[in-house]
């Protein structure tokens, strides 16, 4: 290795929005930038189970910018494939990786088990692949987290390294490189500008070269006040539909910003005080770690942290853990908003109040994020006149709303904003549709910038 090099492999997310993992050659050792699950397709998952393209056990570091899956799902397999060394994060990361990890293990299990018993009676037995880890790989993979602050700098593998504050969930970090030359920047994924939750991302400030996010490099958000008229609008309109109120809702950031702002607006006296019930366990220990740090908010939340208040508990707020304490909601006789996973409608328990419900004109469905093509939630979205659920079918008869501003991402101004600290820096793109990588290169370039799509077969000297 010669010295003073940094040369940035990408492993993943690069072309696609998932499996986000960059292997860093540093002048002192061998780091990873995220450690990230592939999500989607077949083709695309059946990457999880290869062997990384590098050497797990030459690794000193793993830097991990947040704790979503397709961040930190391979930490794992890194794990059980040979790394002995040590992840940093910034705090939050290591109690929200671990809910995230255990809970896709699980899942990755019990497919998996159903998988063997549907190919034994086959008699293919054989072509059912494993998981690619189990519960103990999960242990140790949390067990390797460690949590920095951010702007502590720490030296890994000849370099200073911090984390800056990111914008996009509790934890989430981008990360400052610097070397004899000057500074490197990671993106990680970077927050929304118009978030309800946390404020902007710093800006990357004198940076040579960026390896930036351009999930949403081709879109541009709604305000955070257009976002919260339009919630007010339908909550208000729920409450005089006398029904019930199902949000489909993701765990972690989506259901504490919903939250946030049913609490808000029913306590300013702008809609109705109905009972608010989050009838999702996995939801509820991420809304207890986004509870254990007050310091990651926007001053809006900070505040009421300040007056005692837990701001992700509306007046009349109750978490449901129990399965009993779920079924017992379907016989509640008054109007009620329930918060359930999973957010696209694809399992969980807003399957069975979809089935409860659906079908009378007095419920209002209010879908508050991305629905994919081939679940649930994008039939509903698209008008189907009725679904099956559980073998039934049922007919959409609820009144559907969808709010559309309140996206964790950077769209494409926030990107820019981020990146215009830093205006000489070559910007190689990754973790984005192949559409809104280029469209967002050919904006940049546009403005006169140094810009190209990182390639997994392309290592990039910076
Ligand atoms: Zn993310």
């Known amino acids: 290795m010669t010295a003073g090099r940094l040369r940035v492999t990408a492993a993943g997310a690069a072309g696609t929005v998932t499996g986000s ?50 961040h930190v799902g391979r930490l794992p397999k890194l794990v059980a494939d040979g790394f002995r060394g040590r992840a940093l994060a910034a705090p939050g990361t290591r109690e929200i990786a671990e ?21 034994r009676r086959a008699g293919r037995e054989d072509e059912v692949a494993p998981p690619p880890y189990d519960e103990e790989d999960v242990d140790r993979a949390v067990e390797a987290i460690d949590t920095i602050g951010y702007g502590e700098p720490v030296s890994v593998a000849g370099l200073r390294v911090r984390l800056r504050s990111a914008g996009h969930v509790v934890g989430s970090a981008w990360l400052e490189l610097e070397d004899e030359r000057g500074t490197v920047a990671f993106s990680g994924d970077l927050g929304n500008r118009e978030s309800l939750l946390h404020p902007t991302a710093e800006p990357v400030a004198g ?9 949403y490099g081709d879109r541009r958000h709604r305000s955070r006040e257009a976002t919260r008229a339009e919630l007010k609008e339908v909550l208000a309109r729920a409450a005089d539909a006398g029904g019930r109120v199902l949000i489909p809702t993701f765990a972690l950031e989506r259901t504490q910003a919903v939250l946030f702002e049913i609490g808000r607006l029913q306590r300013a006296g702008d809609v109705p005080e109905l009972p608010v019930f989050l009838d999702s366990p996995m939801a509820t220990r991420m809304t207890e ?31 449901t853990a129990s399965a009993e304490a779920s079924r017992e909601l379907n016989d509640l006789d008054e109007p009620a908003i329930v918060l359930a996973g999973s957010g ?56 559907i709303h969808t709010i559309g501003g309140l996206s ?9 904003a981020w990146l215009g600290g830093s205006p000489d820096a070559a910007v190689h793109l990754v973790h984005g549709e192949e559409d809104a990588l280029t469209s967002f290169r050919d904006d940049l370039r546009g403005e006169g910038r140094d810009a190209a799509l990182l390639r997994e077969d392309r290592p990039v000297d910076l």
């Not at 993992?21 to 397709?41: I, K, R, S, T, Y």
């Not at 940076?207 to 999930?215: D, K, L, M, Q």
């Open 21 to 70: 993992c960059h292997h860093v050659d540093a002048p002192e050792g061998e780091l990873l930038v995220d450690c990230g699950l592939f999500q989607g397709p077949r083709t695309l998952e059946d990457r999880n189970r290869e062997p990384f393209p590098f050497d797990p056990e030459r690794l000193d570091t793993v830097l991990l910018t947040h704790a979503h899956l397709d």
């Open 99 to 119: 809910v995230i990890l255990r809970d896709a293990a699980k899942i990755a299990a019990e497919d998996y088990e159903r998988a063997l018993r549907k190919a």
């Open 207 to 215: 940076a040579r070269a960026v390896v930036c996010e351009g999930t």
């Open 289 to 319: 770690a986004y509870r254990a740090r007050p310091e990651a908010f926007r001053s809006e939340v900070r505040r009421r942290f300040e007056a005692g208040d837990d701001p992700f508990a509306p007046p009349r707020f109750r978490a």
């Open 344 to 399: 696209m409608m694809t399992g969980g328990r807003i399957l069975h109040h979809l089935k409860h419900h659906l079908w009378k004109p007095t419920t209002q469905l209010i879908v508050v994020g991305y629905q994919a093509r081939g679940t649930l939630g994008r039939a509903l979205v698209g008008g189907a006149r009725s679904v099956r659920i559980f073998g039934d079918e049922i007919a959409a008869r609820a009144e």
């Open 408 to 416: 964790a991402h950077a769209d494409a101004d926030d990107l820019k």
